[in-house]
């Protein structure tokens, strides 16, 4: 009877589970012995996803990334052990999925606040900035200068981002970073070697490999992992883009607010440029205040007026059309570029910086993704944006057609003198909104550089309590506020201002072209010679401009130049100081060996309550425990060392957000958790709720273990210590259920099989009964929740260790200078990581630990 109840229980099980069948097949990793890494059918996997063969040998967590594998397609996804506790439904959708009618109106205001100002203010100055390289001589100089910007417009934003790079987001996140999650997320190029196997099963990683192009894509995987050069190379690149992207969101604002205070020079006769210079200063600091209020409040407000400033281009374009010179529209036969470059040779080659101002806010369409779907970018740009740019370029050149010597304020010149000071005003606006899209862009590339491991950590508010991915980072604000003034009044033309925009404009662009071509390759595995055309055409192209820039880069806008190598080299020092530090933690981990002499005591007093140890190995026994254990009078009876992860993920979805295992036998009560999150998820829960969530997924892992084991065990009373040890299993809160036959990282092969005769002293004797087993089974699972509960209402007391990061003796001199002074600063003056969870300093025992690098 009780082999049928138990035969029951498991078919219940079992079919719970299938229940939850994912209808997709997948791809994933088969070791050579034909045992699927990626299964959670049989319990082989422990519980950081570490491979155990069948034959009971145990492998090394650090081998098994060495292991021959192979890639198969698998049936459907079972995700099983739905935990309703912790359950966030859509936590696994894009924010801006289906959406209602009234909501994607909503969008669309907010799409053109945020994401489409600065692109929209390019007629501002792109053609006044053009001509002052190469001055008009007649009207073909015109049409040349104007079939270089349609043709830019049409190439740049639209064909590359709007139609090939906006596809390449990390789940609905664009940028430089998003790239490059996107990467690490299919290959293991990450410098910091942090990563789990069981980071692939999170339900979110959808990590499929279709079976076109598949040789390829794995020559090239291969290759890159097992090149350090090549990572160090990628790595160098992003960084490069997001140092430019910054460098972006602090011309940005300059260029945009002075090209627009400066139409009151051809409204008003007397005013001078510095007056226009002190106007803009006032509208910047407005500008940059107003930015904590967020992108919902922001966008939707000045979301209408983009609108308005959208139909004033097209209008405005219309009425020149039909006034001057319709006879532009043969600017789009681009034999009048070759006809330009003919007569202007050096003078238009100059002039090439200038006309890529026109695409200026391509890389905002891509960076400020996080905050809209990609459908509702695309839309907006091909059905309003783009044709209101088209005509306000096509109306600026029908005037200057007729009228070649306004070509300093080419567009205020070209507008209506009834309409002038309403669109002055709208253009001022419009400034204003233009300023705000990089700035958006460089909050969203800050977020996600510090989540995977390469910038200082900052305040970062939340300023959206239904979007989580609409951020404001106050510390940055006003740094680029304080940069955005010092470039206003150190260069006043705009002329000088227009290049270093091109410069940063163009970095970042550059960066994203070869990014987006190893996507290409790796896992949209599209044809070799649409992956070269893309390349060889944008990357060419961005060149061109790029020689153009550079040759004027003495003018002023080395300055930019200047700062973007400044936030290269801290966002490079940071990373090269945080790998330097985790890898001398993971030299420095305890041995399992001395946990096991000290005994369940370890060798102090065990004070109720429950310790969080914070570290940042995601396995192993960090080597500041030994330091509290000789530091302390007496430790917590639980302890949990917990470690903060960031997984190449936008989000990971909330009921997958803790992995538990146990790191001794039960008697010691110690346990692991590694707690995943994406770059875009928003932590943000104060301490209590963090401890609630911990707690409550502990419980529910002890129990599934609990469950699991009386299952296998099937009552016989007979089972080997071999087929005992796959009973002792892992539960993720998700529901997987991972083998604990193996030490999460063990020091050495040898430990293993002296933990599991520890961990198997229940053994069942011969003859034993099934129900004293499950009575049995039954008291030791209450007892240990007992424990915990008797633990919890003791207390909960973060335990941190104050690591002071130095330079070993007989390093070279610029490693010393590096990691002593300037990784030091930065670590001296970034935020905590235990800050983000509002931890009052009554329930913080600190102590400290010096890591020779």
């Not at 003056?829 to 931890?839: P, W």
Request: hydrophobic fraction near 45%.
């Amino acid at each position: 009877m009780m082999d049928e109840g138990l035969e029951r229980e498991r078919d219940r099980q079992n079919g719970r589970l299938a229940s939850m069948d994912s209808i997709e097949s997948r791809w994933v990793f088969q070791d050579e012995d034909d045992s699927e890494i990626d299964s959670v059918d049989r319990d082989t996997v422990d519980g950081d996803g570490d491979s155990t063969p069948l034959n009971g040998l145990e492998l090394d967590s650090d081998d098994e990334d060495n292991a021959e594998q192979k890639l198969i397609r698998t049936g459907p996804r079972i995700d099983s052990f739905d935990v309703e506790a912790l359950d966030v439904p859509g936590a696994q959708k894009n924010d801006y999925e289906d959406v209602s009618a009234g909501r994607t109106i909503l969008l669309v205001f907010q799409t053109l606040g945020v994401v489409f100002g600065d692109v929209g203010t390019s007629p501002l100055y792109t053609f006044s900035v053009m001509f002052s390289k190469a001055p008009v001589n007649s009207n073909e100089d015109v049409l040349g200068a104007l079939s270089l910007v349609l043709y830019t417009l049409i190439l740049i934003p639209l064909v590359k981002y709007v139609l090939i790079v906006l596809w390449a987001n990390d789940d609905g996140e664009g940028g430089t970073f998003a790239l490059y999650s996107l990467l690490c997320r299919h290959a293991k190029v990450n410098l910091l070697p942090n990563q789990l196997p069981s980071d692939a099963r999170i339900s979110s990683f959808r990590l499929k490999v279709p079976s076109a192009e598949l040789e390829r894509s794995l020559k090239l995987k291969e290759r890159l992992e097992a090149s350090l050069t090549l990572k160090k190379l990628l790595l160098i690149l992003v960084l490069a883009g997001t140092s430019m992207v910054i460098a972006d969101g602090v011309v940005t604002p300059a260029m945009s607010v002075m090209s627009a205070v400066g139409g009151l020079k051809v409204g008003v006769s007397g005013v001078k440029q510095d007056q226009v210079v002190m106007i803009s200063v006032a509208f910047l600091v407005i500008l940059f205040s107003v930015q904590q209020y967020g992108t919902s409040k922001v966008g939707l407000v000045v979301g209408p007026a983009l609108f308005i400033w959208f139909c004033s281009l097209g209008g405005i374009g219309v009425y020149n059309l039909i006034k001057y010179d319709s006879r532009v529209w043969r600017a789009f036969n681009p034999v009048h570029i070759y006809y330009y470059f003919k007569r202007n040779s050096t003078k238009a080659w100059y002039s090439l910086g200038g006309c890529l101002l026109c695409a200026t806010g391509s890389e905002a369409m891509f960076a400020d993704l996080c905050y809209f779907s990609v459908r509702s970018v695309q839309l907006t740009f091909m059905f309003l944006v783009l044709p209101c740019l088209l005509l306000g370029y096509l109306g600026q050149a029908a005037y200057l057609m007729e009228n070649h010597a306004d070509t300093t304020q080419a567009f205020f010149s070209s507008v209506p003198s009834g309409a002038f000071w309403p669109v002055f005003l709208i253009a001022n606006i419009a400034a204003l909104i233009a300023s705000r899209a990089m700035t958006t862009a460089t909050f969203s590339c800050i977020k996600q550089s510090t989540a995977l491991g390469c910038f200082p950590r900052l305040k970062i508010v939340h300023t959206s309590r239904k979007f989580m991915g609409q951020i404001y980072i106050p510390g940055m604000n006003w740094f680029l506020l304080a940069l955005s003034l010092v470039l206003v009044c150190s260069i006043s033309s705009i002329y000088e201002i227009g290049n270093a925009y091109a410069v940063a404009e163009l970095g970042v662009m550059m960066m994203t072209t070869i990014l987006v071509t190893i996507v290409m390759l790796l896992i949209w595995q599209i044809n070799i010679l649409i992956v070269l055309s893309f390349l060889i055409i944008f990357l060419g192209l961005e060149l061109t401009f790029f020689s153009s820039v550079l040759w004027s880069v003495g003018d002023g806008s080395w300055i930019i130049l200047v700062f973007a190598v400044v936030l290269f080299l801290i966002m490079y020092i940071w990373n090269y100081g945080s790998k330097l530090k985790y890898e001398t933690e993971v030299k420095q981990k305890m041995s399992m060996d001395l946990l096991r002499e000290l005994g369940p005591n370890l060798g102090t007093i065990r004070a109720p309550g429950i310790g969080l140890l914070y570290n940042e190995l995601a396995k192993g026994i960090p080597a500041i425990f030994g330091h509290f254990l000789t530091t302390l009078p007496a430790v917590h009876s639980m302890i949990i060392f917990v470690c903060i992860k960031y997984v190449p993920l936008p989000v990971v979805p909330q009921n997958e957000r803790f992995l538990f295992r146990r790191v001794c036998p039960k008697s010691y009560h110690i346990f692991r958790c590694v707690a995943r999150y994406g770059y875009k998820d928003a932590r943000k829960e104060n301490h209590h709720t963090f401890e609630q969530l911990l707690i409550e997924s502990l419980e529910k892992f002890i129990r599934r273990e609990a469950q699991e084991r009386s299952l296998e065990s099937d009552g016989d009373g007979s089972n080997s210590e071999e087929e005992y040890a796959f009973s002792r299993v892992l539960v993720a809160p998700n529901g997987s259920v991972y083998s604990l036959g193996v030490p999460l990282l063990a020091d050495f092969r040898g430990t293993g099989k002296a933990v599991m005769e520890e961990s198997t002293s229940e053994e069942l004797k011969p003859g034993t009964s099934s129900e004293s087993l499950l009575s049995d089974a039954e008291q030791s699972l209450d007892k240990e929740l007992s424990f915990i509960r008797k633990a919890k209402e003791s207390g909960v007391v973060y335990l941190l260790g104050h690591g002071d990061v130095r330079a070993r003796k007989d390093s070279w001199f610029i490693k010393k200078l590096i990691i002593n002074y300037f990784y030091a600063f930065l670590r001296k003056n970034s935020r905590r990581g235990i800050a983000n969870l509002s931890v009052p300093h009554s329930h913080l025992v600190q102590v400290g630990m010096q890591y020779m690098v």
